[in-house]
């Protein structure tokens, strides 16, 4: 899920920023440096929202670098465990299948898929129930319960299931056409 | 003699492929699906630092066959992992902010070494697409009732984010609400009926 929190970061600026602009080219710097990075305690950092408050600068020996201690407050995307996601389909195979959730992996293996649906190997390869009803393939969207975390420098990776009351297909495309 | 030692040797087999349950993949079935669930479990291990460790073991010395059913094992457990100073946000929310701030980037992106990030396009479609309220305000305002009984903001959020139709799916989907499902029931039941009165329209739904 999305949440708000308040983070705190030293920045290092070069003396050659040092003005009347100064505070807007630590923003910039600040965003260039932390949107878009992950970290395993806080999840995606999506956006920045806000400045909440500049440290006193203090030069570095040597450098002549200056670092602000910034605290700012930013929106972040983590998955939890128990937590329920909506997620799109980016690849199925005999071994489960493979869906995105903003910016987060799910894998959800063939053994926390119901065991009435079963794969498919055909042009597009799929889950199937054996009455045709229910049917994942590339771009369906499935409602799915998070199980497992795995964190990564960049990335967070998940393990799902759908093999639970009121989790599954949501839309499928191939029913639409 | 010859039956004799084939028996030995069968037994040896069998004895061999104990000791390595990973394997044994016909001789048990108890023992290779416990076998799979505890490496299943190892692995997530690194990244649920919360104190649940305890908890691990429990389950699966129970029923095997049940252990996989019961959802209990895979709770909600968001309050001991978020850091301090945060709050969850429902996807709603996250939608409506998240707009707002493309909005303000495209003047930010005169500056051309600031890049909008993937994941801040992939959040805002998440956000869009799972945000199916019309109005977050109500809907913070709707669950926010359910805080009196103990309803943590987490819990909160799920019920938000999933959009259940009715109260049953919600008990379903976050399996720590059962403790107060007696407390909770009615209350929840209402709240969700007017939620989903004030659900948008989606294309997807109605084909």
């Known amino acids: 899920m999305f949440f708000h929190i308040i983070l705190e970061r030293n ?4 003396p050659r920023h040092f003005g009347p602009r100064l505070r807007d080219k630590l923003v910039s710097k600040l965003m260039k440096d932390v949107e878009g990075t ?3 305690r806080h999840g995606f950092v999506v956006a920045i929202m806000g400045i ?24 972040v995307f983590r998955p939890f465990k128990g937590e329920i996601l909506e997620a799109v389909v980016t690849m199925v195979n005999k071994m489960g299948f493979f869906a995105e959730a ?9 053994h926390l898929i119901p065991d009435d649906m079963e794969f498919q190997s055909a042009d597009t390869p799929n889950y199937t129930t054996s009455d045709n009803s229910v049917k994942i393939q590339k771009d369906s969207e499935v409602r799915l319960k998070i199980i497992g975390t795995r964190v990564d420098a960049t990335e967070i990776f998940c393990i799902g299931t759908i093999k639970d009351d009121f989790l599954g297909v949501i839309s499928d495309p191939g029913a639409a056409s | 003699m010859g039956v004799l030692l084939f028996k030995c040797f069968q037994h040896a087999t069998v004895q061999c492929s104990d000791k390595v349950p990973l394997r044994g993949k016909d001789d048990d079935s108890t023992k290779s699906k416990k076998g799979r669930k505890v490496q299943f479990n190892d692995e997530e291990s690194p990244a ?6 305890g908890e ?17 094992k895979y709770e909600l457990n968001v309050q001991s992992e978020l850091p301090q100073n945060s709050q969850c946000v429902m996807d709603c929310e996250a939608a409506d902010i998240l707009q707002g701030i493309q909005e303000q980037m495209v003047f930010l992106s005169r500056d051309p070494t600031i890049k909008i990030p993937v994941s801040f396009d992939k959040g805002l479609l998440y956000a869009k697409t799972g945000g199916r309220y019309s109005n977050p305000k109500t809907v913070r305002q709707a669950l926010e009732g359910l805080k009196k009984y103990g309803v943590s903001d987490a819990e909160i959020c799920v019920i938000a984010n999933s959009c259940p139709e009715n109260a049953e799916e919600a008990f379903a989907l976050v399996p720590s ?3 107060k499902k007696n ?6 039941e209402e709240i969700i009926s007017q939620l989903v009165a004030s659900k948008l329209p989606t294309e997807n739904h109605e084909e």
């Open chain 1, 52 to 75: 909440e408050h500049v440290g006193k600068g203090l030069i570095r020996d040597g450098t002549g670098f200056v670092t602000f201690p910034v605290k700012y407050k930013c929106v």
């Open chain 2, 183 to 188: 407390k909770i029931h009615e209350p929840l």
């Open chain 2, 48 to 53: 649920n630092f919360s104190s649940k460790s």
């Open chain 2, 56 to 72: 691990k073991g429990a389950p699966l010395k129970g029923g095997k066959g049940s252990a996989r059913k019961e959802p209990a």
């Open chain 1, 38 to 40: 992950c970290s395993g």
């Open chain 1, 11 to 14: 920045m290092q600026l070069h």
């Open chain 1, 102 to 110: 903003g910016p987060v992996q799910v894998f959800v293996s063939n």
């Open chain 2, 177 to 179: 609400l059962k403790a």
